[in-house]
Each structure stands twice: as C-alpha cells, then as structure tokens.
C-alpha cells in the first residue's frame, strides 16, 4: 500500500469497561515475566564466554598447534611476532560458530517443545540439553576438538530452545502498557550473561592449568539451575492454555498474573479477547507452518519476513564482531589490555541497554530501529575511516577508536538489541505464534553462524582470507545502513497494544501508517491503565499522557453511560 493519506483506524478494542489496573496489581505479571528473562543470562554468557575461551593460554595448548615463528595467516593475537601455540582460523570459527549451528536447531525445536509441552516444561527441557551440553565441554581431555565441538552443539541446542521460548512467554504474560520493557529486559539479561563472561574470563585467564577454561564454561551450569528450580514456580502461559483448549487453567493463570481472582472482569475480558482472537485465526488456518508463510488479509507472510528479516539484520550490524572476536581483534591493532577492552564495551553494553528499556514504551519500536541504525552507521563508518587511516602506532587515535566502538555499542544496546526481540514477540497471532517466533530466532542464529564463521576469513590476512582487518567495518557501515532503510519501510508500530490489538493493527495499515494508527488505536481504547512509572491512571497514548483529572472525568462519564 502506498503512503500518503493514512485512512481511518476502525480497530477498537474489545469487551467490556473495567477498572484501571494499579501498578502494584500487575507486580506478579512483571515479576514473572522478568525471571523468566533470566534465560537471556544463559544466552549472553554462553555467546559471550567462547572469546575469552579461545584465548586463553591453556585451551591454545591444549587445542592448538605449537608453531616455532610467527605466522600471520595463524592467529590475529601473535602479534607481535612470536613462538607460540595457537589455533588456526579453521579451527577458531568452528568453535565459535558451532554454538550457532545448535541454536539454530534449537530455536526451531522450540516451536513443537513450547506448543505441545507448554512454554515453561519447554524450557526445562531446554535446561536439561543445556547442562548436558556444558558438561561435555568441561571434560573434553585435550585435542578431543570432535567431543568439544559436540559439547557446544548441544548447549547451542538448549540456547536455541530458550531464546525462543523466552521472548514468546514474557510477551504472552507481561501487561500490555510495560511488555516492550518487560521483553527488553530479555535482552538486559542476555548483555549481563554477556559482561559475567567478560569478567569471568578476565579472572580465570591468567590461571596456568585447564581450570583458565574450564571454570568459565562449568559456571553456566549455576545459572541452568537457578533457571530451572524458579521455572516451577511460574504460572503457565494464560495463551497457551487457551490454545490448548484449556480456559479455566487460563483464566487461573491470568488471575494469578493480574493479583485477583477468576471471576475478576480484568481476567474475563482479557480471557475472552484471547479466545475471540484465536476463534478468528483459526478460520485462516490451523496454525501450522505453512500458514506462517500464507499471504491472507492478515498478512501471516509478512509478519513472518519482517521476523526473520528483522532478526538477520539485527547480526547484520555486525555487533557479534565486537563480542566474538573483540578481544582478539583489539590485542591486533596494539590495544595494550585487549580484555579490558572487553569488559569496557561490556559494560557500555549493559548500562545502555536501560535506556533502552524505557524508550521502548516512550520512543515506540519504529522510530527506534530507525534511529538506532543510523546512529551505529555514523559510528561504524568513522571507526572504519579512523582505523584505515591512522597507524597503530597513534594511541589517540586507537583510544579514539575503541571510544567510537563503545558508542557504536550503546546504540545497539538500547535500541535494535531489544527491540529484535520485542517486535519478534509481539507481532504474530496466537496460532501461529511458537512457529513463527521459532523462524524468527532460527533467523538470528543462522546469520549469528554464518558472520560467526566468516568473519575471521574475512579479517584474518594470509592465504584465501581478505585480509580487510579494520576495513571490515566499513561493511558494517553499509548493512547498519540497510536496517534503516528495513525498519523505515517493514516495521509496524506496535508500543502499547495488546497482542490481539497488533493483529487488528497489521490487517489494517501499512508500515508507515502504523504510527497514527497505533495512536488513534490506544486513544480509542475504553479501558483505562496506569502510568508505568508513577502508578498514576492514564490513557495510554504515545504522545500525550492525560491527566488524572481527565480520567476521572472520563471514568464518571463511562460510570454514568453504564447505568
Ligand atoms: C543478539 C546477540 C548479541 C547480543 C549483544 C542480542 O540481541 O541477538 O547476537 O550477542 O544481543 O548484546
């Protein structure tokens, strides 16, 4: 659909007026859905922790090859020029990549898994394969690179199944007004399991014996087990259990999540929106993967290739050159601490992942994405001229550099970092929901995998490798580039909607209407919700928040029109 005159918005939400929800009522819906963010712990420590691993002495002795002169095409961090064990690109991008090659299976098993045993049991199942995973790793004896390698296959697995199981069982349990949070704190979680790498590696690196490798890879078994002793005590998805023919079950799980009991008219009309919805999606099919590809008025096959494609743009940012190959890559260029580097533009990670959260809600998705691209495009492409140009024998301009890569991070913590996952949660409809979402994250492991691979062929000098070094940035440049032009033309606004309103929303405009829509959309809106930050009532618009006294005008007013 062209642009230009954006017509009427006649999406409405549905069922009955209710009270505004005070914020401390939806206490449990948050709380739930931010433990289950610890998941994101799991995913950020494994990616984050092989870097620190594969330069760490003791596995270069234990899995590498002895070479008595330098050799360049070896290994970036023999420089300067010395004797010593190292691993070749060959066997530094299967270890590294490999952890993707099982997460992209897994994220495609976590469609059955949280369809069939439900979001939570999937999860555990995850943490079983995870632990299993780890356990190799940790008592692989020396030059067994096969058993490593499967040892990373299978906690690549059990990542897969967790980073697309999480994202859909926070956007299905979070209240509406606070879920872009909520699921950003996913991310949150992923940038600390990220950092806890950093710092762990950092500690254990100067050790002389197997544990400098070891103890970083055994401590995930610590976060598998916090995660999978809490995951009995959440609720099941509400979604779920109505998808599964199951609504008192639902009706318990919402009540639960919204601090009140079954008959509460908060969880029959939310209850009955759910089922109306799912009523309707199934008379587009019945949820299989076929229909995630069907080109129907509600627009199942764009959702799905704004999903994947958001995903594969979101590693298209290059971001995983900074955190799989930063440190290695840093020590190259003369940085004289590379992991301090590390821990650095961990942290950077980290705190601007906050800000993140809160634009989420405030900004809205759309404009974010947008503006999050250009600014990583700024950054990149003065890093890329910078590095091409300046020696390396010129410390301010290294410092300049790494300072350039901090901001580059920031712009990627606090705006495609989250809202990958955020607009993947929130943008399918409930049947075909898992499905979907499972291509979407299998999409982001496979281009995690495949820049994971190619990437030190791409850096590396030497024989059948490019050799472009600091060069590669200027790539980086350009795709950041294309994810503004993809999010500018592809991502519908969907802040502050419930799931089944971002159905309404999708079958109705385009991309670029979405903004007023979604406006139009929650100004409409007869319930009313209260402010996420100071509990007060508001009506939930994106420009504007109404004052109190406005809403208690407008709840007499609907209190008058209801006798
Ligand atoms: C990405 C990961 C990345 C991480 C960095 C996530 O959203 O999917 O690939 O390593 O952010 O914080």
Not at 298 to 316: F, P, S
């Amino acid at each position: 659909m062209p642009g230009g005159a954006v017509p009427a918005f006649t999406g409405t939400s549905s069922g009955p007026v209710i009270k505004p929800k005070s914020a401390r009522e939806t206490v449990p819906a948050i709380a739930v859905a931010a433990f289950a963010a610890f998941g994101g712990i799991l995913f950020g420590y494994d990616t984050g922790t092989i870097s620190g691993v594969i330069a760490a002495d003791e596995f270069r002795k234990d899995f590498g090859t002895y070479y008595p002169y330098n050799r360049p095409d070896n290994d970036l961090t023999i420089n300067p020029p010395k004797a010593g064990y190292a691993l070749d690109t060959a066997t530094k991008s299967l270890f590294v990549s490999i952890l993707s090659a099982g997460t992209f299976f897994g994220a495609l098993a976590g469609a059955p898994l949280a369809d069939i045993l439900g979001r939570r049991w999937g999860l555990q199942v995850a943490m079983v394969v995870f632990c299993l995973g780890v356990a190799l790793q940790v008592g692989t004896a020396p030059h067994q690179d096969a058993l490593f390698v499967v040892g990373r296959v299978f906690a690549g697995l059990g990542v897969g199944i967790v980073s697309s199981i999480v994202p859909m069982y926070q956007s299905e349990t979070a209240p509406r007004w606070i879920r872009g949070a909520v699921v950003s704190g996913y991310q949150w979680a992923i940038t600390i399991g990220l950092l806890i790498a950093a710092i762990v590696n950092n500690s254990t690196n100067g050790r002389s014996d197997t544990g400098s490798y070891r103890i970083p890879i055994a401590v995930q078994f610590a976060f598998a087990i916090i995660m999978s002793v809490g995951l009995f005590f959440l609720p099941e998805s509400p979604r779920w259990y109505v998808k599964k023919g199951k609504p008192e079950m639902a009706a318990k799980s919402l009540a639960f999540l919204n601090s009140t009991d079954v008959d509460d008219p908060v969880v029959r009309s939310e209850l009955a929106d759910i089922q109306t919805n799912l009523d309707t999606e199934l008379t587009y099919g019945t949820g299989s993967y076929r229909d995630c590809f069907r080109n129907n008025d509600r627009k199942y096959l764009y959702r799905t290739l704004t999903g994947t494609w958001l995903q594969a743009w979101q590693q298209l940012t290059g971001i995983n050159f900074i955190f799989y190959y930063g440190t290695t890559f840093f020590q190259s260029t003369g940085q004289s601490d590379p992991f301090v580097f590390t821990v650095i533009s961990n942290v950077v990670n980290v705190v601007t992942t906050v800000p993140g959260m809160f634009m989420m809600e405030r900004v809205g998705r759309r404009k974010l994405l947008i503006w999050g691209a250009l600014w990583m495009f700024l950054c990149e492409l003065i890093v890329a001229i910078l590095g091409t140009t300046a020696s390396t024998g010129n410390h301010g301009a290294q410092k300049a550099l790494v300072a350039l890569v901090c901001l580059y991070v920031a712009g990627f913590a606090s705006t495609w970092g989250p809202a990958a996952w955020v607009v993947c949660g929130e943008i399918f409809p409930l049947a075909i929901r898992a499905k979907a979402l499972s291509l979407c994250t299998a999409s982001n492991w496979l281009w995690n995998f495949g820049i994971g691979y190619a990437t030190p062929y791409l850096v590396d000098t030497g024989a059948g490798k490019a050799g472009l070094q600091t060069k590669v940035f200027f790539i980086w440049a350009g795709t950041c580039f294309c994810c503004a032009i993809f999010a500018y033309f592809c991502i519908v606004e969907t802040a502050g909607l419930s799931l089944e309103e971002v159905d309404e929303l999708y079958s109705q405009v385009t991309p670029r209407q979405s903004g007023r829509a979604n406006r139009e959309l929650r100004a409409n809106r007869s319930d009313l919700e209260t402010n996420a930050f100071t509990g007060a009532p508001v009506l939930m618009k994106e420009d504007e928040e109404v004052s109190a006294d406005y809403v208690k005008e407008d709840m007499v007013k609907t209190a008058q029109a209801d006798a």
